[in-house]
Protein backbone atom coordinates (compact mmCIF):
# COMPACT_ATOMS: atom_id res chain seq x y z
CA UNK A 1 0.00 0.00 0.00
CA UNK A 2 1.20 3.48 -0.90
CA UNK A 3 0.53 6.66 1.24
CA UNK A 4 0.95 9.66 0.32
CA UNK A 5 1.61 12.45 2.94
CA UNK A 6 -0.92 15.63 0.82
CA UNK A 7 -3.81 15.87 -1.07
CA UNK A 8 -7.30 15.47 -0.47
CA UNK A 9 -9.17 13.43 -3.15
CA UNK A 10 -13.22 14.70 -3.39
CA UNK A 11 -16.20 12.62 -4.86
CA UNK A 12 -19.33 14.47 -5.38
CA UNK A 13 -22.18 12.66 -6.51
CA UNK A 14 -25.50 14.06 -5.67
CA UNK A 15 -28.07 11.83 -7.31
CA UNK A 16 -30.16 14.24 -9.31
CA UNK A 17 -32.51 11.52 -10.69
CA UNK A 18 -33.28 10.11 -7.71
CA UNK A 19 -35.36 10.44 -4.53
CA UNK A 20 -37.82 8.59 -2.43
CA UNK A 21 -40.06 11.73 -3.19
CA UNK A 22 -40.62 15.19 -3.80
CA UNK A 23 -40.37 16.38 -0.98
CA UNK A 24 -38.28 14.09 1.01
CA UNK A 25 -35.64 15.70 3.22
CA UNK A 26 -33.20 12.95 1.68
CA UNK A 27 -32.94 15.16 -2.29
CA UNK A 28 -30.37 16.73 -4.09
CA UNK A 29 -30.28 19.78 -3.08
CA UNK A 30 -28.21 18.26 0.34
CA UNK A 31 -24.81 18.10 -2.36
CA UNK A 32 -25.87 20.90 -4.31
CA UNK A 33 -25.74 23.80 -1.85
CA UNK A 34 -22.63 22.60 -0.85
CA UNK A 35 -21.22 22.13 -4.02
CA UNK A 36 -22.23 25.78 -4.37
CA UNK A 37 -20.27 26.80 -1.42
CA UNK A 38 -17.31 24.72 -2.34
CA UNK A 39 -16.96 26.66 -6.43
CA UNK A 40 -17.39 30.18 -4.10
CA UNK A 41 -14.78 29.79 -1.66
CA UNK A 42 -12.70 28.25 -4.96
CA UNK A 43 -11.54 24.99 -2.85
CA UNK A 44 -11.74 23.31 -6.37
CA UNK A 45 -8.69 25.64 -7.17
CA UNK A 46 -6.51 24.68 -4.68
CA UNK A 47 -3.54 22.81 -5.37
CA UNK A 48 -4.06 20.15 -2.68
CA UNK A 49 -7.40 19.16 -4.29
CA UNK A 50 -8.28 16.63 -5.97
CA UNK A 51 -11.36 15.64 -7.94
CA UNK A 52 -12.48 11.85 -8.86
CA UNK A 53 -15.30 10.52 -10.27
CA UNK A 54 -17.74 8.12 -8.91
CA UNK A 55 -17.41 4.51 -10.77
CA UNK A 56 -20.53 2.15 -10.17
CA UNK A 57 -20.30 -0.67 -7.93
CA UNK A 58 -20.62 -3.73 -9.27
CA UNK A 59 -23.10 -6.58 -8.43
CA UNK A 60 -20.26 -8.31 -6.91
CA UNK A 61 -18.88 -5.56 -4.44
CA UNK A 62 -22.63 -5.26 -3.04
CA UNK A 63 -22.72 -9.09 -2.75
CA UNK A 64 -19.40 -9.30 -0.50
CA UNK A 65 -21.72 -7.48 1.99
CA UNK A 66 -25.04 -7.49 1.32
CA UNK A 67 -27.58 -10.42 0.98
CA UNK A 68 -30.20 -8.29 -1.52
CA UNK A 69 -33.28 -10.28 -1.53
CA UNK A 70 -34.11 -11.67 -3.77
CA UNK A 71 -31.03 -9.68 -6.21
CA UNK A 72 -29.14 -7.17 -5.63
CA UNK A 73 -31.26 -4.95 -8.33
CA UNK A 74 -34.47 -5.44 -6.62
CA UNK A 75 -33.32 -3.13 -3.96
CA UNK A 76 -30.36 -0.91 -5.19
CA UNK A 77 -30.84 1.58 -7.96
CA UNK A 78 -28.10 3.18 -10.58
CA UNK A 79 -27.95 5.75 -8.39
CA UNK A 80 -27.69 3.37 -5.06
CA UNK A 81 -24.37 1.33 -7.00
CA UNK A 82 -23.02 5.09 -7.86
CA UNK A 83 -22.85 6.61 -4.06
CA UNK A 84 -21.25 3.35 -3.61
CA UNK A 85 -19.00 3.63 -6.39
CA UNK A 86 -18.17 7.15 -4.66
CA UNK A 87 -16.91 5.58 -1.76
CA UNK A 88 -14.96 3.01 -3.71
CA UNK A 89 -13.30 5.67 -5.80
CA UNK A 90 -12.08 7.52 -2.56
CA UNK A 91 -10.64 4.54 -1.14
CA UNK A 92 -8.64 3.88 -4.47
CA UNK A 93 -7.08 7.35 -4.65
CA UNK A 94 -6.04 6.72 -0.68
CA UNK A 95 -4.92 3.16 -1.19
CA UNK A 96 -3.30 3.96 -4.25
CA UNK A 97 -1.34 7.21 -2.77
CA UNK A 98 -2.64 9.45 -5.03
CA UNK A 99 -3.97 11.79 -1.84
CA UNK A 100 -3.61 11.39 1.64
CA UNK A 101 -7.03 11.87 2.47
CA UNK A 102 -10.69 11.28 0.74
CA UNK A 103 -13.66 12.59 1.35
CA UNK A 104 -16.83 10.97 -1.03
CA UNK A 105 -20.04 13.83 -1.10
CA UNK A 106 -22.67 11.29 -2.13
CA UNK A 107 -25.48 9.88 -1.68
CA UNK A 108 -28.26 8.34 -1.14
CA UNK A 109 -26.50 7.16 2.52
CA UNK A 110 -25.74 4.12 3.32
CA UNK A 111 -25.19 3.51 7.02
CA UNK A 112 -28.73 2.05 7.93
CA UNK A 113 -28.56 -1.11 5.70
CA UNK A 114 -28.07 -4.19 7.06
CA UNK A 115 -26.15 -7.19 5.59
CA UNK A 116 -29.81 -8.61 5.25
CA UNK A 117 -31.54 -5.89 2.80
CA UNK A 118 -35.22 -6.46 1.89
CA UNK A 119 -35.55 -2.82 0.88
CA UNK A 120 -35.12 0.54 2.37
CA UNK A 121 -34.33 1.36 5.67
CA UNK A 122 -33.59 4.61 7.34
CA UNK A 123 -33.39 5.92 3.37
CA UNK A 124 -30.48 3.81 2.86
CA UNK A 125 -31.04 0.30 0.64
CA UNK A 126 -27.39 -0.30 0.61
CA UNK A 127 -24.20 0.66 2.83
CA UNK A 128 -21.70 2.65 0.67
CA UNK A 129 -18.76 2.48 3.15
CA UNK A 130 -19.13 -1.20 4.28
CA UNK A 131 -19.12 -2.28 0.13
CA UNK A 132 -16.41 0.16 0.13
CA UNK A 133 -14.30 -2.04 3.14
CA UNK A 134 -14.99 -5.16 1.43
CA UNK A 135 -13.45 -4.05 -1.75
CA UNK A 136 -10.53 -2.34 0.36
CA UNK A 137 -9.79 -5.70 1.88
CA UNK A 138 -10.46 -7.73 -1.44
CA UNK A 139 -8.20 -5.25 -3.08
CA UNK A 140 -5.48 -4.51 -0.86
CA UNK A 141 -5.38 -6.68 1.92
CA UNK A 142 -8.15 -8.56 4.18
CA UNK A 143 -5.80 -8.10 6.93
CA UNK A 144 -6.58 -5.29 6.89
CA UNK A 145 -7.49 -3.64 10.38
CA UNK A 146 -10.33 -1.11 9.63
CA UNK A 147 -11.85 1.07 12.28
CA UNK A 148 -14.94 3.00 11.43
CA UNK A 149 -15.88 6.08 14.04
CA UNK A 150 -19.54 6.99 12.36
CA UNK A 151 -20.61 10.55 13.59
CA UNK A 152 -23.98 10.50 12.47
CA UNK A 153 -26.95 11.23 14.79
CA UNK A 154 -28.38 8.45 13.88
CA UNK A 155 -27.21 5.55 15.53
CA UNK A 156 -25.54 2.95 12.42
CA UNK A 157 -27.05 0.11 13.35
CA UNK A 158 -26.50 -1.53 9.80
CA UNK A 159 -23.03 -0.94 9.54
CA UNK A 160 -22.92 -2.12 13.41
CA UNK A 161 -24.72 -5.20 12.33
CA UNK A 162 -22.53 -5.81 9.26
CA UNK A 163 -19.56 -5.96 11.45
CA UNK A 164 -20.68 -6.87 14.62
CA UNK A 165 -18.74 -10.32 14.70
CA UNK A 166 -15.68 -9.43 12.30
CA UNK A 167 -12.67 -9.00 15.31
CA UNK A 168 -10.78 -6.87 12.84
CA UNK A 169 -13.23 -4.18 12.11
CA UNK A 170 -13.69 -1.81 14.97
CA UNK A 171 -17.25 -0.17 14.38
CA UNK A 172 -18.03 2.87 17.36
CA UNK A 173 -20.83 4.95 16.40
CA UNK A 174 -21.57 9.05 18.31
CA UNK A 175 -25.10 9.32 17.87
CA UNK A 176 -28.01 10.77 19.47
CA UNK A 177 -29.90 8.55 22.28
CA UNK A 178 -31.90 5.98 20.73
CA UNK A 179 -34.72 6.73 23.18
CA UNK A 180 -35.03 10.28 21.44
CA UNK A 181 -34.66 9.22 18.10
CA UNK A 182 -34.60 6.73 14.96
CA UNK A 183 -33.50 3.82 14.80
CA UNK A 184 -33.73 3.40 18.81
CA UNK A 185 -30.69 1.55 19.32
CA UNK A 186 -27.06 2.26 19.64
CA UNK A 187 -26.50 1.35 23.66
CA UNK A 188 -23.69 1.00 25.73
CA UNK A 189 -24.26 -2.52 26.35
CA UNK A 190 -24.72 -3.47 22.57
CA UNK A 191 -20.84 -4.38 21.86
CA UNK A 192 -20.69 -7.08 19.00
CA UNK A 193 -20.99 -10.98 18.66
CA UNK A 194 -19.10 -13.95 20.69
CA UNK A 195 -16.42 -13.45 17.63
CA UNK A 196 -15.47 -9.39 18.02
CA UNK A 197 -16.52 -8.87 21.70
CA UNK A 198 -16.32 -5.01 22.28
CA UNK A 199 -15.36 -4.03 18.70
CA UNK A 200 -18.31 -2.43 18.18
CA UNK A 201 -18.60 0.11 20.69
CA UNK A 202 -21.95 2.80 21.12
CA UNK A 203 -21.73 6.19 22.62
CA UNK A 204 -24.91 7.68 22.74
CA UNK A 205 -25.11 11.52 23.63
CA UNK A 206 -28.39 13.27 25.10
CA UNK A 207 -29.84 16.02 22.87
CA UNK A 208 -28.44 19.26 23.03
CA UNK A 209 -24.85 18.10 23.34
CA UNK A 210 -22.62 20.54 21.99
CA UNK A 211 -19.66 20.76 20.55
CA UNK A 212 -18.27 20.28 24.01
CA UNK A 213 -20.11 17.39 24.97
CA UNK A 214 -18.68 15.66 21.37
CA UNK A 215 -15.19 16.31 22.09
CA UNK A 216 -15.27 15.50 25.37
CA UNK A 217 -16.07 12.10 24.14
CA UNK A 218 -13.45 12.58 21.49
CA UNK A 219 -10.90 12.74 24.20
CA UNK A 220 -11.72 10.75 26.87
CA UNK A 221 -12.94 7.71 24.73
CA UNK A 222 -12.54 7.82 21.03
CA UNK A 223 -9.24 8.50 20.01
CA UNK A 224 -7.38 6.31 23.15
CA UNK A 225 -9.47 3.56 21.93
CA UNK A 226 -8.22 4.16 18.42
CA UNK A 227 -4.86 4.78 19.92
CA UNK A 228 -4.84 1.19 21.21
CA UNK A 229 -6.98 -0.65 18.66
CA UNK A 230 -4.28 0.43 15.89
CA UNK A 231 -6.02 0.57 12.95
CA UNK A 232 -4.50 0.58 9.50
CA UNK A 233 -7.48 2.50 8.15
CA UNK A 234 -9.93 5.35 9.40
CA UNK A 235 -13.32 5.69 8.03
CA UNK A 236 -14.99 8.55 9.12
CA UNK A 237 -19.24 7.85 8.42
CA UNK A 238 -19.43 11.78 7.96
CA UNK A 239 -23.19 12.40 8.86
CA UNK A 240 -23.99 16.25 9.81
CA UNK A 241 -27.51 16.02 11.41
CA UNK A 242 -25.96 16.59 14.56
CA UNK A 243 -25.71 20.59 13.77
CA UNK A 244 -27.42 22.92 15.57
CA UNK A 245 -30.48 23.65 12.57
CA UNK A 246 -31.12 20.38 11.45
CA UNK A 247 -34.67 19.77 11.05
CA UNK A 248 -34.59 15.69 11.89
CA UNK A 249 -32.63 15.67 15.32
CA UNK A 250 -31.98 18.20 18.14
CA UNK A 251 -28.23 17.86 18.78
CA UNK A 252 -25.95 21.40 19.20
CA UNK A 253 -23.06 20.80 16.90
CA UNK A 254 -21.65 23.68 14.83
CA UNK A 255 -19.66 23.24 11.57
CA UNK A 256 -16.70 24.43 13.77
CA UNK A 257 -16.63 21.54 16.10
CA UNK A 258 -17.51 18.92 13.03
CA UNK A 259 -14.21 20.60 11.53
CA UNK A 260 -12.25 20.43 14.46
CA UNK A 261 -13.81 16.38 14.99
CA UNK A 262 -12.55 15.54 11.46
CA UNK A 263 -8.70 17.25 12.26
CA UNK A 264 -8.35 15.25 15.43
CA UNK A 265 -9.54 11.81 14.21
CA UNK A 266 -8.04 12.04 11.11
CA UNK A 267 -9.98 9.95 8.76
CA UNK A 268 -8.09 8.32 5.94
CA UNK A 269 -11.68 8.11 3.91
CA UNK A 270 -14.79 10.22 5.24
CA UNK A 271 -17.98 9.25 3.55
CA UNK A 272 -21.39 11.78 3.93
CA UNK A 273 -24.15 10.40 5.37
CA UNK A 274 -27.14 12.31 6.57
CA UNK A 275 -27.85 15.97 7.28
CA UNK A 276 -30.80 17.70 5.95
CA UNK A 277 -30.37 21.10 7.42
CA UNK A 278 -29.60 22.15 2.80
CA UNK A 279 -28.58 25.66 3.67
CA UNK A 280 -28.15 26.12 6.87
CA UNK A 281 -25.80 23.38 7.94
CA UNK A 282 -24.37 21.31 5.07
CA UNK A 283 -22.37 23.85 3.24
CA UNK A 284 -20.77 25.41 6.41
CA UNK A 285 -20.08 22.17 7.93
CA UNK A 286 -19.07 19.70 4.35
CA UNK A 287 -16.40 22.85 3.35
CA UNK A 288 -15.29 22.91 7.04
CA UNK A 289 -14.37 19.28 7.11
CA UNK A 290 -13.02 19.41 3.31
CA UNK A 291 -10.33 22.50 4.64
CA UNK A 292 -9.70 20.35 8.01
CA UNK A 293 -8.70 16.99 5.78
CA UNK A 294 -6.30 19.25 3.85
CA UNK A 295 -4.75 20.59 6.38
CA UNK A 296 -6.17 24.38 5.65
CA UNK A 297 -6.97 26.79 7.76
CA UNK A 298 -11.00 26.50 8.33
CA UNK A 299 -11.35 28.93 11.63
CA UNK A 300 -13.39 31.32 9.47
CA UNK A 301 -15.94 28.56 8.26
CA UNK A 302 -18.73 29.50 10.00
CA UNK A 303 -22.50 29.64 9.86
CA UNK A 304 -24.33 32.93 9.58
CA UNK A 305 -26.21 32.55 13.04
CA UNK A 306 -23.10 30.96 14.61
CA UNK A 307 -23.45 32.60 17.99
CA UNK A 308 -21.89 29.63 20.49
CA UNK A 309 -22.50 31.60 23.98
CA UNK A 310 -26.45 31.09 22.96
CA UNK A 311 -25.79 27.37 22.96
CA UNK A 312 -24.57 26.20 25.67
CA UNK A 313 -24.51 22.73 26.89
CA UNK A 314 -26.41 22.40 30.46
CA UNK A 315 -24.67 20.89 33.38
CA UNK A 316 -27.13 17.96 33.00
CA UNK A 317 -26.09 16.23 29.82
CA UNK A 318 -22.16 17.32 30.64
CA UNK A 319 -22.93 14.93 33.66
CA UNK A 320 -25.03 12.78 31.52
CA UNK A 321 -22.37 11.99 28.87
CA UNK A 322 -19.02 11.89 31.82
CA UNK A 323 -21.19 8.75 33.27
CA UNK A 324 -22.05 7.37 29.34
CA UNK A 325 -17.89 7.64 28.83
CA UNK A 326 -17.05 6.13 32.29
CA UNK A 327 -19.16 3.04 31.38
CA UNK A 328 -17.30 2.78 28.09
CA UNK A 329 -14.25 3.21 29.28
CA UNK A 330 -14.44 0.33 32.27
CA UNK A 331 -15.96 -1.94 29.36
CA UNK A 332 -12.94 -1.09 27.08
CA UNK A 333 -10.35 -1.47 29.67
CA UNK A 334 -11.48 -4.77 30.78
CA UNK A 335 -12.74 -6.45 27.39
CA UNK A 336 -10.25 -9.15 27.31
CA UNK A 337 -10.88 -10.41 30.39
CA UNK A 338 -14.77 -11.16 30.44
CA UNK A 339 -16.29 -14.32 30.67
CA UNK A 340 -17.74 -14.45 27.25
CA UNK A 341 -19.57 -17.78 28.25
CA UNK A 342 -21.28 -15.80 31.16
CA UNK A 343 -22.28 -13.05 27.77
CA UNK A 344 -22.92 -15.49 25.15
CA UNK A 345 -23.41 -18.82 27.17
CA UNK A 346 -21.94 -22.15 26.76
CA UNK A 347 -24.01 -23.77 23.59
CA UNK A 348 -22.17 -25.02 20.54
CA UNK A 349 -23.83 -21.77 19.24
CA UNK A 350 -24.74 -18.21 19.85
CA UNK A 351 -28.79 -17.46 18.76
CA UNK A 352 -30.05 -14.24 18.63
CA UNK A 353 -33.80 -13.12 17.49
CA UNK A 354 -34.52 -9.69 16.14
CA UNK A 355 -37.65 -7.91 14.66
CA UNK A 356 -36.76 -5.24 11.84
CA UNK A 357 -38.32 -2.64 11.04
CA UNK A 358 -38.18 -0.76 7.59
CA UNK A 359 -39.54 2.88 8.33
CA UNK A 360 -38.81 3.78 4.27
CA UNK A 361 -40.35 0.84 2.51
CA UNK A 362 -42.90 -0.46 5.46
CA UNK A 363 -41.22 -3.70 5.47
CA UNK A 364 -41.39 -6.25 8.50
CA UNK A 365 -38.32 -8.28 9.29
CA UNK A 366 -37.98 -11.23 11.86
CA UNK A 367 -34.44 -12.76 11.97
CA UNK A 368 -33.05 -15.79 13.49
CA UNK A 369 -29.39 -15.99 13.46
CA UNK A 370 -27.17 -18.88 14.92
CA UNK A 371 -23.28 -18.51 14.95
CA UNK A 372 -21.45 -21.55 15.64
CA UNK A 373 -18.83 -20.94 18.60
CA UNK A 374 -15.54 -22.50 16.73
CA UNK A 375 -12.10 -22.55 18.70
CA UNK A 376 -10.39 -22.07 15.72
CA UNK A 377 -12.12 -18.82 13.53
CA UNK A 378 -14.92 -16.69 14.63
CA UNK A 379 -17.91 -19.60 12.99
CA UNK A 380 -19.77 -19.86 9.97
CA UNK A 381 -23.70 -18.61 10.46
CA UNK A 382 -26.89 -19.69 9.29
CA UNK A 383 -29.86 -16.97 9.19
CA UNK A 384 -33.45 -17.24 8.33
CA UNK A 385 -35.21 -14.15 7.62
CA UNK A 386 -38.53 -13.70 7.06
CA UNK A 387 -39.81 -10.33 5.90
CA UNK A 388 -43.26 -9.07 5.04
CA UNK A 389 -43.26 -6.37 2.44
CA UNK A 390 -45.62 -3.33 2.27
CA UNK A 391 -47.91 -4.77 -0.40
CA UNK A 392 -48.28 -8.00 2.30
CA UNK A 393 -46.31 -10.43 0.48
CA UNK A 394 -43.95 -12.51 2.03
CA UNK A 395 -40.61 -13.49 1.76
CA UNK A 396 -37.89 -15.88 3.40
CA UNK A 397 -34.49 -16.27 2.90
CA UNK A 398 -31.94 -18.58 4.49
CA UNK A 399 -28.25 -17.55 4.70
CA UNK A 400 -25.34 -19.17 5.18
CA UNK A 401 -22.57 -16.81 5.89
CA UNK A 402 -18.85 -17.79 6.19
CA UNK A 403 -16.36 -15.13 8.09
CA UNK A 404 -12.74 -13.85 6.50
CA UNK A 405 -10.73 -16.01 7.89
CA UNK A 406 -12.86 -18.96 8.82
CA UNK A 407 -11.09 -22.05 9.56
CA UNK A 408 -11.40 -25.46 6.99
CA UNK A 409 -13.84 -26.90 9.24
CA UNK A 410 -16.10 -24.10 9.21
CA UNK A 411 -15.55 -23.39 5.62
CA UNK A 412 -16.34 -27.10 4.79
CA UNK A 413 -19.47 -27.56 7.24
CA UNK A 414 -20.73 -24.04 5.85
CA UNK A 415 -20.74 -25.36 2.30
CA UNK A 416 -22.61 -28.48 3.17
CA UNK A 417 -25.55 -26.32 5.11
CA UNK A 418 -26.31 -24.51 1.97
CA UNK A 419 -26.59 -27.13 -0.54
CA UNK A 420 -29.14 -28.51 2.43
CA UNK A 421 -30.94 -26.08 2.48
CA UNK A 422 -30.76 -25.14 -1.33
CA UNK A 423 -32.67 -29.00 -1.53
CA UNK A 424 -35.07 -28.68 1.06
CA UNK A 425 -36.30 -24.85 0.90
CA UNK A 426 -37.56 -25.22 -2.88
CA UNK A 427 -39.80 -22.41 -2.07
CA UNK A 428 -37.46 -20.02 -0.24
CA UNK A 429 -34.41 -17.60 -1.30
CA UNK A 430 -31.18 -19.72 -0.29
CA UNK A 431 -27.54 -17.61 -0.05
CA UNK A 432 -24.06 -18.58 0.79
CA UNK A 433 -21.42 -15.61 0.93
CA UNK A 434 -18.21 -16.93 1.75
CA UNK A 435 -15.96 -14.02 3.19
CA UNK A 436 -12.93 -16.32 2.84
CA UNK A 437 -13.13 -17.72 -0.40
CA UNK A 438 -15.08 -14.43 -1.79
CA UNK A 439 -17.39 -16.69 -2.98
CA UNK A 440 -21.25 -15.83 -3.24
CA UNK A 441 -24.05 -17.89 -4.21
CA UNK A 442 -27.43 -18.45 -4.71
CA UNK A 443 -30.44 -20.69 -5.63
CA UNK A 444 -32.06 -18.07 -8.04
ZN1 LIG B 1 -28.64 10.56 10.27
ZN1 LIG C 1 -14.12 -22.35 12.44
Not at 296 to 311: F, M, T
Amino acid sequence: MKRANKGTGLVFFPAFDWAISATHPEREERLLYTRDQIFEEGIMDLPNIKEYRAGIASEKDVQRVHICVPNVSAVATESHLISAGGAIAAADAVLQGEVKNAFALVRPPGHHAMRVVHGARGFCNINNESIMVEYIRKKYGNHLKIAFVDTDAHHADGTQDIYYNDPEVLHISIHQDGRTLYPGTGFVDELGGPGAFASTLNVPLPPNTTDEGLHYVLDNFVLPVLEEFKPDLVINAAGQDNHYTDPLTNMKISAQGYAQLNEKLKPDIAVLQGGYSIEGALPYVNVGIILAMAGIDYSYVKEPDYYPERRLQSDRVTEQIKRTVEQLQTIWSKRNSVDLNKIFGKGRYYERYRRIYYDTDGIQEEQKEKIYRCSECTGYRLITSKARLFTGRKQTAHIVLIPHHACRSCQEVGLEEFHKLKKNEKSDFVYLQDSENDLYLSNI
